[in-house]
């Protein structure tokens, strides 16, 4: 029973997926049909970006990207700017959660070795960026890709629509950084990290993350991209398979199937859809603060063609409550298994700034909206 719960807890999620789609096969009996359902393209590019990534971060590229970065940095507020700034960027193309993955092991390192006191801020600071920075790119995290790829969205329309936000958000999370304490900061390395022996690797995986890029773009077909990477991978390196998150993959395909089968409902299909009409912003804010902003997309999105209103509601919407976005829960583990921790602590400061954001980017938005 504790390894169930304990199991349960490890993926809430798609625990919550896996039940709402038991429930509504009691209403709609599981049929061929239900293969209709799934977007295949979707979890085809999960995949191949999940599995692709893994293996520049096994190369080193992402570790040797922070020691180039970091290794001059003095100053605490100028190293906590920068930290930030990286964490935003660069979930834009190795998406929200390895962009964390990969930073605040080294944010806490560094906190811990200096003895200064604004590791939970710097924390806190980083998750804000990763969960907006990756905002940007249509391969920034699940919920665009799934948007991008279910509204057939042009990559215009999409910078279009997130641009704005995006340039507003880092704007407010770099003058929030900038009030950090002042100090000074020691930087070392234990090892120097260079990529001169993989680079014959580095580039095999660049081409493969470039293939899955077209694929997102609608350049290439799907099912082209899943036979050369899953080939490459097979062929170079199979262990990074086991890197893949699976558990997410199935979250989708649950999801796929709950929606699916409330489509096949009229009278919750109209419901909906009329209770979504001119709310759809609010209601992706305020039900991804409850089922986190992946399941949200992709409900919401069945009922409505408003692709603005959804994209940005469910990513505003990742700030707020720890399980608005899967990063967040990421960084907060991460943070919880560091030494001395103070999780509480931790969880306050980040509702504190969360909710400070979430409503002032809310503020900007809805006027816009409304007109």
Known sequence: MQKIISAIKKETVLFIAAVFALISMI??????????YIDYSVLVILFCLMVV?????KLGLFDFLSQKLLVRTKSVKFLTVLLVSCVFFCSMFMTNDVALITFVPITIVIFSLSGHQRLI?????ETLAANLGSMMTPIGNPQNLYIYSFYRLGILNFFEYVLPIGAISFIVIICLTLVS??????????QKIGLGSVKKSLLYYVSLFLLCVATVIHILDFRICIAVVLA???????????QVDYSLLLTFVCFFIFVGNLEGIDAVKNTLSLFLNGRVFIISVLSSQVISNVPAAMMISRFTTDARQLLLGV???GLGTPVASLASLISFRLYSKSKDSAPGKFLRIFTVYNVLILLLLCVIFLPSHLL
């Not at 304490?181 to 234990?190: C, L």
């Open 181 to 190: 304490q002042k100090g000074n900061v020691e930087i070392t390395f234990g």
């Open 232 to 242: 490459a991978i097979l062929i170079v390196d199979r262990k990074l398979l086991k």
């Open 121 to 125: 801020f710097a924390i806190v600071m």
């Open 315 to 317: 990513n505003i919407g």
């Open 27 to 36: 209403f709609i009996p599981p049929s061929v049909q239900y293969f209709s």
């Open 53 to 57: 990534v893994s293996g520049l971060k």
